[in-house]
């Protein structure tokens, strides 16, 4: 299982499919549509779009079918790094080892690209050409799914309880106060379950939809999505505990924001150790989805991969 | 035809169901779920849900069917007033007689909650429940129309180029090089159409399309919109001209920015003349439309009132 490959041929397609989502958009403000692309074309893993293009494939469905649908959680993503390197919220410089969009086009025009972004992700899902195996029923579903994980019951809430969090640190030393512990951790499960984990089991319960998965199925690889999500955000505190800013393409924000983390809450050994049971967990809810057994341990793999690999 | 009798009626039906729209998004971030539902009850004519209830009327339809439909549009709307106050972009402190969201939730809490809006526009618009006569094939299509009028392609590009506007002003005076006329005059046009006529047109388009009505219909529908849309934005300069920011319930920003306006640029007299003829054209268009004509009559006494009506 050639994991690897599978992302890269993934994150291949979807920056081959990038440019003409924006072109889609002629008509755009010249500066607007800039910004959405430098934001756009600034990489990243596609993590998102693999997890949907290979629970699509579970059913026996060609990732190719849900391109458009691919992009669009990838705008959504695009847009959520935006606004939350916003300078009145994460106030970063740097974003996958270029400067962030604010830096480059001001802060209306970050504000508006990411605005933009969110809005068309839409558009590019809703407007676009599916294969006729691709019903019309299963996109509006899709859709109501991508817009009810990235909104206020969603991802926006986890965005939300971040900035809050920054409370809950003793600025002299960085340490939570211990009688404040209990408190600490059920804010920041919120914050990990709502910011990071919502968009990715979005992205793999989209993915099921749209290949006419049944409720049961459906339900399923949305659990699983959701704790791989988990400790896709487990194994970025733990990596940026390490401090390796530039492993991860931007500044070491957490440490040096002094962020709640797992890490720095709980130490390196005991996120490991939580991580690794919330893996335990999203395979056994992916072995109640039906499906192919190969595209299955395809899913298993991936999901190994973007919890241990380093990224 | 009592017109503001079936405004406030119409608006009555969004205020009350405006509550219910933040409860559905229950797990809410508390403070988030403070500022949307602060911006939300602001108040406003909630001319973009009349404009849907009355073209979805013109085809024989009750307005109570898309409820759900008409709060996403005004939630569109609301989430766009909140961006376009923020401090980076117009630094308003005051809309419809209130603070502004920024000003009471902090500029990260009024960046979250206009980003909340805008993407719970489309959970409400999606994953509520319609009668069946609103087909689903209908509600995809209204809800592309929605995201593509205020994405890239329409009402971001107009706030992006009204940003943009600033330059063509000398500050001086507040007067427009006279050389730069004409071009200043094309960008005005390209501001109205796409920050104030694109979602007032997406609005009377989808009550059209939501209605099953044919291509044809939707078309002189939605041209309608637009016409009316432009129409609202010239009404809104030659008042904002006269410089009375309390009955618009702003600061008079246009003028204390030296924003372009219609007014500024040919003086109130001529904008009113082209608003006139804004307006022949916008019924022209309804002309062309089917559909019952006494709904008809209702959507021209709507734009009259809307253009003509002291706001």
């Known amino acids: 299982m050639d994991i690897p490959a599978y992302m890269a041929h993934s994150a291949a397609r979807i920056n081959a499919a990038m440019p003409g989502c924006v072109r889609a958009l002629k008509g755009a403000h010249p500066r607007l549509g800039k910004a959405m692309a430098y934001s756009l074309s600034a990489g990243g893993k596609r993590i998102r779009p693999a997890l949907m293009f290979a629970a699509y494939e579970v059913f026996g469905r060609k990732a190719g079918d849900i391109l458009p649908a691919a992009c669009a959680v990838e705008m959504v993503h695009t847009y959520s790094l935006i606004h939350d390197d916003l300078p009145c919220m994460d106030d970063a410089g740097l974003r996958r080892g270029r400067a962030t969009c604010h830096k480059v086009y001001g802060e209306a025009g970050a504000v508006l690209a990411g605005d933009a972004l969110l809005t068309d992700a839409f558009t590019i899902l809703l407007c676009s050409g599916y294969p006729a195996r691709v019903r019309n029923n299963d996109l509006l579903k899709a859709a109501g799914i991508l817009a009810a994980r990235a909104g206020a019951r969603g991802m926006v809430s986890g ?89 991860l393409g931007k500044n070491s924000s957490d440490a040096r924001n002094r962020k709640l983390t797992y890490a ?17 967990r999203a395979l056994a809810n992916l072995e109640k989805a039906g499906g192919r057994p190969a595209a299955k341990a395809r899913l298993t793999a991936l999901a190994g991969y973007i919890y241990g690999t380093d990224r």
Chains 1, 2 share one sequence.
């Open 159 to 247: 965005q939300a309880a971040d900035l809050d969090a920054e409370g809950f640190l003793d600025r002299q030393n960085g340490r939570v106060i211990a009688r404040r512990k209990v408190e600490a951790l059920r804010l920041l499960a919120y914050i990990h379950l709502h910011k990071t984990a919502d968009l990715i089991s979005a992205a793999v319960e989209m993915g099921a939809v749209l290949a006419g998965a049944g409720a049961r199925d459906v339900a399923a690889l949305a659990a699983f999505g959701r704790d791989i999500g988990l400790c896709f955000q487990m194994a970025d505190d733990i990596l940026d505990a390490a401090g390796d800013g530039k492993k």
């Open 264 to 280: 720095t809450l709980l130490g390196v050994a005991e996120a490991g150790r939580r991580g690794a049971a919330l893996m335990r």
